[in-house]
């Protein structure tokens, strides 16, 4: 066997190929066989119309089965997958399409697929070695020009070997996907831990309430991201027996708030097994299956990951090296020699600090932090304390250019509350240099598909609300 992860997946699919891979939300189901013939007919087409091992294909549509066809299509013919965004505007795209410089451009997968069945089917992947290009993922890019992370065969067959074998995934399982296929959460992480159990997945195209409250009756593990969990708490007619046939809920890519944690196990008596990553390194952390899954904490890094704080304190940047590490940004040398230490450690630029038993803590973005009258302020650490405080339900603390300060403390927050009072409430907690000097509430804050809080929109929307 190569290195394509396109033959360790296929290697784990089921021996009987009729058993369901997608089970859509009209009641149709594509088999395994029909996932495995259209990627084989996708990687013919492919190759006929003059595609070589290395190049690139990219795609850019809705979420649909056959976007996945063509995902392995692609990894068998030995060329890289490049996902983008379905809302990028077409002056973005055209920004990746010349960057990434594909072959290949789908923008309509079913047809695609439809296309291909008169192609002749690949006998055999394209073999290949673990550091060859699989995916060339553009990182969200709040600042600056976005990058584009090479994940090699290699990085995502380890990360996905390593979480199948952390969550405990069996054929048995039903995995329920309702999260986008642009991004590494959708894609590698719950896609790949389906596919190599053989399991089906209850595939939706987003989130909706209804089809989610449906297809929870079904399956057994859920992913999502934390504005999954709030959703479906915020919906009356979700409650324990709703929950009662997942034996686990998964949350990453953005903060799962402890009172969310705290909620849904009031709510279900299930507590949501949080996890950390990134797309340049997928998964990187994850509480455990079994023993205790703590609020607040991303858990223990995956086994075979080092991951070390920089900067000599108990709390700074982290640091981190292993298998599933991309290897460098596409095009962007100097970029790439940056943010990896002479070591070969990559600089998340996610700051937080390991405690005594191993657990690893986030405490926030290294560009998001705060420095106000010549002190750091982790935001982090504020909206802990406003989070908790009467009338607050969720904060954003952010920096804002101040006259005095260079930077001024701000936060903005959902909820209903006073703004002195909770600036007094927050003084019992926190040095005074760390206090918000407004506290400005919102009906939603912007998030992005993924469900962080985008707080370079907040620091433009407010950008003068300091200056006099
Ligand atoms: P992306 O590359 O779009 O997946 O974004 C990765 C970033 O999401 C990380 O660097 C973290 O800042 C953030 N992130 C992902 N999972 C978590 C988590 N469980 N808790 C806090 N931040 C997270």
Not at 142 to 165: F, Q, V, W
Not at 400 to 408: A, I, R, S, V, Y
Request: aromatic share 8%.
């Amino acid at each position: 066997m190569s290195a394509s992860l396109f033959e360790l997946l296929a290697s784990r699919f089921p021996p009987e190929r009729s058993a369901p891979c997608f089970i859509l939300s009209d009641g149709r189901e594509i088999s395994y066989g029909a996932l495995e013939s259209a990627a084989a007919r996708v990687a013919g087409r492919l190759i006929a119309e003059g595609l070589r091992p290395g190049d690139r294909v990219a795609l850019q549509a809705e979420k649909s089965p056959e976007a996945i066809m063509i995902y392995l299509g692609v990894l068998m013919a030995g060329a890289a997958f490049v996902p983008l965004n379905a809302a990028y505007t077409k002056s973005e795209v055209d920004y990746f399409l010349g960057d990434a410089y594909p072959r290949v451009f789908v923008t309509d997968p079913p047809t695609f697929v439809r296309e291909a069945e008169s192609a002749e089917a690949l006998a055999r992947p394209v073999p290949r070695d673990a550091g060859d290009l699989a995916s060339l993922i553009y990182t969200s890019g709040t600042t600056g020009r976005s990058k584009g992370a090479m994940l090699s065969h290699g990085n995502l067959a380890e990360n996905a070997l390593a979480l199948h074998a952390a969550w405990g995934f069996t054929p048995k399982d039903v995995l329920l996907h309702a999260l986008p296929v642009f991004h590494v959460h959708g894609l590698f992480v719950a896609l790949h831990c389906a596919l190599l159990s053989g399991a089906p997945m209850i595939w939706l195209p987003k989130f909706a309430d209804a089809e989610v409250l449906t297809g929870l009756k079904r399956a057994t593990v859920m992913m999502g991201v934390p504005t999954f969990y709030t959703r479906l708490l915020a919906n009356p007619a979700f409650n324990r027996e709703s929950a009662s046939n997942i034996r686990l809920f998964i949350s990453g890519s953005a903060p799962l708030l402890p009172s969310t944690f705290a909620q849904f196990e009031q709510c279900t008596g299930q507590r949501i097994l949080e996890r950390y990553g990134m797309s340049e390194a997928v998964i990187i952390t994850s509480n455990p299956l079994e023993g205790d899954r703590i609020a607040g904490s991303v858990g223990f890094p995956l086994p075979g990951v080092e991951l070390r704080i920089g900067g000599g304190e108990e709390t700074g940047v982290i640091q981190i090296r292993g298998p599933s590490v991309f290897s460098a940004y596409w095009r962007m040398p100097e970029k790439t020699a940056e943010e990896f230490t002479a070591d070969g450690f990559f600089i998340t630029g996610d700051v937080g600090r390991v405690d005594p038993d191993g657990r690893v803590w986030i405490s926030g973005r290294a560009k998001d932090l705060i420095i106000s009258g010549g002190y750091n302020v982790y935001p982090k650490e504020v909206e802990l304390v406003l989070d908790e405080l009467p009338g607050v339900t969720e904060s954003a603390v952010i920096g804002l250019p101040h006259p005095d300060f260079g930077e001024g403390v701000a936060a903005i927050c959902t909820g209903k509350g006073d703004e002195a009072g909770i600036i007094v409430a927050a003084r019992q907690q926190l040095a005074a240099y760390k206090l918000p000097k407004r506290v400005i509430f919102v009906n939603d804050l912007p998030r992005n598909a993924m469900g962080k809080v985008q707080k370079n929109l907040l620091r433009q929307t407010y950008a003068t609300l300091f200056q006099r």
